[in-house]
Structure formats: C-alpha cells, structure tokens
C-alpha cells in the first residue's frame, strides 16, 4: 500500500517520540531534562544497567551509546514490537488518531465495517469478563484455579464465560444498541432456523479472546464446561474478521517476546500458551482449532526464522509433527526452518510445567530436533532394512520427500545430511556379530592392541592422509595463536573443522572463544583455557618449529597458508566420505556409478593439492606435508653441495 506525500511527516510531527518509547522503558530522572525533551534511559534492546539509551524528542530521534540502535518512532515500534513497517505506521497513526488513506471508496467502506465489527467484538469481550465475576460462574473460575490460572493470569489473557441460556449476550448486545447484522457479522451469533431470533455461538463456555497481530480483537475460543459437550473446544466461525488459518493465538506478544530475544514456541492449545507465557515463555503461540497451515508457517518466520514446535509426547503428537513436515518442506528457505520438541509421553508442555516447573520444559526446548532428524525418525522408526528391496524402498521415498524441497542448496544439504544418516544406518547393521568359539577367538588373536597415548602423538604414526591432516591441522592453529585478527574471518571454516586430535579440538574451541577479544590478549587466554603447559607443548612441537610462515612476519602469507591448509584439508574429507558412501551403495548402484563418483571425488582431491602447491613458489612440501622454505632448502642444498666438494678435494 502506497500512503500519499507528507502523509509520514505529519505522522512524524504528530508524534512524541518520548511518549512512545517511555511505554517501553523507565526513564533516568536525574539525567533527562523533559523541558528540553532530552531523555535518557537503559535501553529496551539489549540487558544493561546503565542509561546509555539518549531520546531527542524535538528531533524525533534515539539512539544507544551502547548497542548502536537508532531510529525514530516507526523504526522504535518496528525493532520493539517486531512488527512490519505498515504495521509500524498503522499503529502510530492509530494513536496519533489519523486515519490511514484508504485505496478507493470500497476500500475505505470495507474498513469501515472492519471498524465497527471489532468494536462490538471488544464489548462481548467486556461482557465475558464481566460475566466470569459473576455468581453463575463459580465453577468456572474453580476450574481455572485448579489449572494454576489465577485472578491476574484471567485478567492478563482477558479470560471470559459465557453463561448458559440461548440469547444473553444478544440481548445485551441489542440493549446497548448494536445493530443485529454487525452481531451476526462479528460471528456472536446464529440466526435460527425455526423463526425464532438468533441464538448466541457461545453457551456455559470458558471464553478465550483470539487477537490478531495488531491486538484487535477477532474472535473467541470457547471452552466447554459441559463434559458430555461435543465440542470441548469452540472457535467463532469465520468471519470478515476472523480466518482461523491465518491467524495465531498471543500472536502480538509472542512477537514482541521473541523480538527481545526469546524462542518462539509453537504450542497446540490456548492453556498450554498461557501456561507457557506464565512460566517465562513468553514468545508462545498456538494455531486455532486447525492443523497449523501454510499462511500460519508464513507468521511464524516473520516472527522467527527457526520457531520451535512443542508438541504432546503421544502418537497423536507425532502424527501432528508429521503433518508438519509434509508441509513445511516445500517452503523452507536458507534461514527459515523449524525444530521439534517432544514432550515426555503422555503430557502436554501445562502437564511438564505443573509437574516438573519451567526448567524441566527449558530443557526439553533446548533438546528440540531440526526437522530433517525428525524426517529421518518417520521413515525408519520401527522398521527394518535388512534386505536390497528394504533399503531401496527407502531410499526411494526419502528421494521423494527430499525432491519437495523447492531451495536447490537446501535440498542438497538435506541430501547430504540423509546420506549421512543412512550411511551410519546400514553400516551398523553391517558390523560383524559376536559370537564364540574358534571364529571368534581367532578373531580376538588377529586383533591388534590399541596404541597407547604416547604412541598416538608420536610423530613416527603421522603418515598418510590421517598424519597429513594432523600437522596440517597443528599449522592451521599455531598461525591463528600468531594471527589471531585472521580468526573472524575463517570462523565457520575453522569451526567446521572436524579436528582428528582431541588436544587440538580444544585448542580449535579455545581459539573461537576469543574471536572478539584483543588479538595481543589470545594467547593469555586460550593459555587460561587449556592450560599454559599444554600451549607450551604444542606451540614446542618440531614440525611447527620449521614452518616458514611462523618465523617470519608475512601476514598475507600466513593468510595463504591457512587457507591451503584448510583446503586440503576439506578435499581429503570430502573423499573419505564419498568412499565410505560407495562403499555403502556398492551393492545397490551400478558399478559404473560408483567409479564414476570416486573418479570425481579423486580429481577434486589432487586438483587442490595439485592448485595448491603450484600457487605456491615460495616453499616445498615435504612427504609429511609440512612446508619447508624454499630459499633455505636451497642454501642447504648448496651447502652440502659445498661439503661434498670439498670432501673430494680433500
């Protein structure tokens, strides 16, 4: 929607700046001068004490002295409620009591109506607060007690009851003079089919007002308080203001939650959000009454890039995760997925909270499953694969499932992580079984023993591929200790280096622990971290002691020297791999299939030894792989050169 010229700047002028942020944050008295609309606070964005967060009020502008944040009104509703920035404009316009320029004339009639049916939806919502005070709903209120939802939690979330009887709140609704089509409109009520006047939707219920994502009230889930009710829960039927599959329950304040910070959590019922919300998470919402769709999916990554799905610890939870997957496969983009959280069997995330408290549920989120496991756990949880036909029927449907995935590098990468799953899958179902007797004993005598430790780090045990990666592994580390400003730049490279030493994994570890520290304070701290002998030892190794790039001050060439490194170093991984999946699929792809991988897998590997060494004129690779400086190889070559002359001339 385009808005006309100078509609912002009279938003803007209308607008105190001071007034919208002081909703958000406790101003510091004796720093703020309100005469001259200079405030100061502790800023809304980010946990601190201090008051570093400066409003200019006459201006119309903040800014943070400590997390950089800056703006002006639109961009304060933005960043603090999560919203959009239509979203952003409409509310300040709202409050500032412009009307929002409407399309066309139709446009302008539709939101009018839009106007009046949320106007009457916020009586019946007074109405069904009022009513829940009342004598006729003592049970009700003990029903919510004995569900821990208290007084202030039924204020909070606005809680309601509709009595019984068949036109009381039509008849209060008629009373205050609100025209019988706006309550038919707003879904309150039913016309009869017998004649008579209409009934009300909501009878003997507990109600539930449903919100939409700018706080206006839409529509109500009612809660039977009849057992024998065939509907325990009820939801308006759709309206103009209502479409329950584009809409969420808590939407607003989850979203403000989850934009200062907290997960968000998919639950499936309005008690299990507000007993999440009253448990410290905040950021929970629930579909309504309906499988959660695809425009749901859509509000969940405008809140969330990775919203966390809680679902009952039941067969009924599964299949619902299920459902899930199905349909968030074809939407998922680089960024945006989901994860699953399964609670124990048998409770919902209010059964856990009563149970066990908030920790026991903080730790089933912080458990929560990417999907693609999830994926993995439904086309093989309880199955077997012990025969060809098992295993390709498998591979077939999981063929299928992937190939929904619309982002060509996300299905790749679900691709690889199926592989590697698989792999792990039919490898351990080829293991060879224990037994007894001469096969087994011979077995037993043929096994060598582990090495000890001391052999492990000898130098003498590092050949092949295995040795090359270690000493490549230990350049690669040392040279970050000595350039430490090169570690923001391979972060992710170096963090996905799967480490084939322990004692170098934690150097590796210690090293991105310090990514934001001072480069001169690293070596301290990864000393405090792994302790100073351990650095000592390591930085004492021989075959780091003849590394060119770590006795002269070359930063570009040290820069060269870990990117070679982790180049060789990801191409020798990448082979092993692709031979452990051949060997895999040996007997289930042609044999032409199989060379032809591990051809391409080879000509990758020695093309970046091949790149790697032939950009390289300033050393020579020796047959360990440490690289050894050229221009001293050749003094000492014409050194012995030198000795054996003379030896023969003596």
């Keep these: 929607m385009s808005l006309p010229p100078g509609f912002l700047d009279e938003l803007r002028n209308r607008t105190s700046l001071s007034q919208v942020v002081g ?133 909070r979330f606005e809680l309601g009851f509709a009595p019984e009887g068949w036109q009381n709140l039509w008849d209060h609704l008629r009373g205050q003079g609100v025209a019988e089509e706006l309550i038919l409109g707003a879904g309150l009520a039913k016309p009869s089919d017998r004649g008579r006047a209409p009934y009300d939707v909501f009878r003997n219920r507990i109600m539930f007002p449903i919100r939409d994502g700018r706080g206006r009230a839409i529509a109500f889930g009612g809660r039977a308080m009849d057992p024998k009710d065939n509907a325990k829960y009820l939801n308006s039927p759709e309206t103009e203001l209502f479409d329950k599959g584009r809409n969420l329950y808590n939407h607003a304040p989850a979203r403000e939650a989850a934009g200062k910070g907290q997960p968000l959590i998919v639950a499936e019922g309005y008690m299990d959000v507000i007993a999440l919300s009253e448990a410290g998470f905040g950021a929970s919402v629930a579909p309504l009454g309906t499988a959660v769709t695809e425009t749901q999916l859509q509000l969940l990554w405008r809140i969330s890039d990775e919203p966390i799905v809680a679902l009952d610890g039941d067969k009924a939870g599964l299949r619902a995760a299920y459902r899930v997957i199905d349909l968030a496969l074809p939407l998922l983009q680089a960024g945006k997925s989901l994860r699953f959280a399964l609670m124990p069997e048998g409770k919902d995330p209010d059964d856990l909270l ?96 582990p090495p000890s430790a001391s052999v492990r780090s000898s130098l003498l045990v590092s050949v092949g591929e295995a040795g090359e990666t270690r000493l490549r592994e230990a350049v690669i580390l040392a040279v970050l200790l000595s350039y430490p400003s090169f570690l923001t730049e391979f972060e992710h490279r170096i963090e996905a280096m799967a480490c084939a030493d322990a004692d170098h994994a934690m150097l590796r570890n210690a090293l991105l622990r310090c990514m934001d520290a001072e480069p001169e304070r690293v070596r301290d701290m990864v000393a405090d971290a792994i302790g100073p002998e351990a650095l000592e030892s390591f930085l004492a190794a021989r075959h780091l002691m003849i590394v060119p790039c770590l006795r002269r001050q070359d930063p570009e060439f040290a820069r060269m020297t870990i990117i070679d490194y982790l180049d060789r170093i990801e191409a020798a991984a990448g082979r092993s791999l692709e031979i452990h999946e051949a060997e895999a699929d040996m007997h289930e792809l042609a044999d032409e299939v199989v060379t032809e991988r591990l051809k391409l897998a080879n000509e990758t590997y020695d093309r970046v030894q091949r790149g790697s060494a032939e950009d390289r004129t300033e050393f020579h690779i020796a047959p360990n792989g440490v690289e050894l400086d050229k221009e001293e190889m050749e003094r000492a070559a014409a050194l012995m050169q030198q000795i054996r002359f003379s030896k023969h001339g003596n």
């Excluded at 943070?64 to 960043?79: H, L, P, V, Y």
């Excluded at 995935?405 to 690889?416: E, F, K, N």
């Design 23 to 155: 909703r958000k944050v406790m101003w510091d008295n004796r720093k703020s001068n309100q005469a001259k609309g200079d405030m100061w606070a502790p800023c809304p964005f980010h946990q601190e004490k201090s008051a570093s967060f400066h409003v200019d009020d006459r201006k119309g502008f903040y800014y943070c002295f400590g997390c950089q944040a800056k703006g002006d009104a639109i961009s304060f509703i933005r960043e603090s409620e999560n919203v959009e920035f239509m979203e952003a404009v409409e509310i300040l316009a709202r409050e500032a009591g412009m009307p929002m320029p409407a399309r066309d004339p139709q446009a302008a009639k539709q939101a009018d109506r839009r106007s009046q049916l949320s106007e009457v939806m916020e009586q019946a919502v007074r109405w069904f607060r009022m009513q829940l005070r009342s004598g006729g709903a003592t049970a009700a209120r003990a029903y919510l007690d004995r569900r821990g939802l208290d007084e202030s939690v039924r204020d």
């Design 354 to 449: 009563r149970a066990e408290g908030p920790a026991a549920v903080a730790r089933v989120l912080e458990q929560a499953m990417p999907m693609v496991q999830l994926l993995w756990r439904r086309e093989t949880e309880g199955k077997s694969f012990d025969s060809p036909e098992r295993k390709a029927a498998l591979d077939a449907r999981l063929r299928e499932v992937i190939k929904t995935v619309q982002d060509q590098g996300l299905r790749r990468h679900y691709g690889d992580e199926i592989k590697d799953l698989r792999w792990q899958l039919f490898r351990a179902q080829r293991q060879p079984r224990g037994g007894s007797g001469k096969g087994a004993a011979k077995r037993a005598w043929n096994a060598p023993a």
